[in-house]
DNA sequence: CCTACCGATCGGTAGG
DNA sequence: CCTACCGATCGGTAGG
């Protein structure tokens, strides 16, 4: 769990193509983490898809070819499951915003080009193909304990951590106006909203995504 | 459930305080509509602390003081409940919205203005005290019919059918600068996300809200 | 990781 | 609206 798995963006959506197929055990690649990444995977889909109280843990073990007692054998107890989604989500968003930032830090320093890069990236998390961890994270923190939404914050706020002097930047320079907390909150219901009602299947792109909260958001330059 | 419920608003906390108290029949008040909206109340409370799945038709039954088997006399299921919770909140949420504009309709027929008025009124529908219908739309439309989406779907249409025109006016005299469409969706989201973070007890007011909003939203003036 | 299983809870109903 | 109840499902476990 301390690597991140392969960007979920291109990886999942393979793997999601042969659910049967039993690992190839290529070289000495060993069976233990790749059963308890599946799971991980295809309880993330599910609670995604069915909400975490609507998901039995048989559906999981059904959906990786287990029988239902077998989760158990990974993960002591279905909230167990939940969490390691969570927080998986949060590392891997941690890393796929670091590599954005480092990708686009040619000579990108000004902060509206930054806040592009952090949004564009957002909505990949958000919205990437095989990306449900994050949503998960969003509408089911209500079914995990006060100890795991801690330690969950804690990785919210070094995701957040980037947002916050961009953020501060754009507004001493007058080209965001409100408050700075609450327009850092307003922006991100804004953009995690959009986990609701995008459908990839229809017009807009991630890219046209993040132009209209970037033209919603900063005022033109005068 | 034609006529609104008195504005939950002002109302609901009252109810709440004496949840033990029996219907007073004062005048030849009948039970019959009282217990019906008793138990969508409850409900409404419980889906949005606990969400719909977590919460047992038991628990709303004790809420208001049933034995476990009698709200099934009321509703044929938990799940035409929970849609009575999502229905009654968005024709509260309707009425209230006409009521606000009436209320301000003494010249306030700029745009800006208007924005304003739906942006708080909004904040009201989703943060006020005992309002907890309209999250629990918000957060659990994954549960109910195709069918009862739909219905909702139009309800939902009334509601953002005042919000089209002012929004189009915004965005014609460059006061907003993204997408029409895609600037509603934004705006909403960031508006509706706040019933996941807003705290009453805390500083912000539902005005600093609204400010913070529009000053996030608009073009300055030129 | 499977087999076999348990106790608890849940939505819903018959019959008054 | 209560009493009494049912069938189904669920999270989880022992023992291999």
Redesign the interface.
Known sequence: MDKPVARATDADTAAAKRPRGRPRKTLGERDDGNRRVELIRAAARLFRK?????TSTRDIAAAVGMQSGSPFYHFKSKGALLYAVMEEGMRSAIAQQGRALQKEEQETTDPPGLLRVLIRNHFDVLLGPGNDFIPVM??ES??ITPRQRGLLAQLQSEYESVWTPVLAALQASGR????AK??R??????????A??FDRRQS?TLD??A???L???L??I?
């Open positions: 069915k909400g975490f109280d609507a969003l509408y209500r079914a965001i106006r409100a408050d609450l327009a909150l307003l922006i991100f219901g804004a953009l995690n909203w959009s609701q009602w807009a046209d995504l132009d209209a909260a033209a919603l958001f005022q033109e005068p």
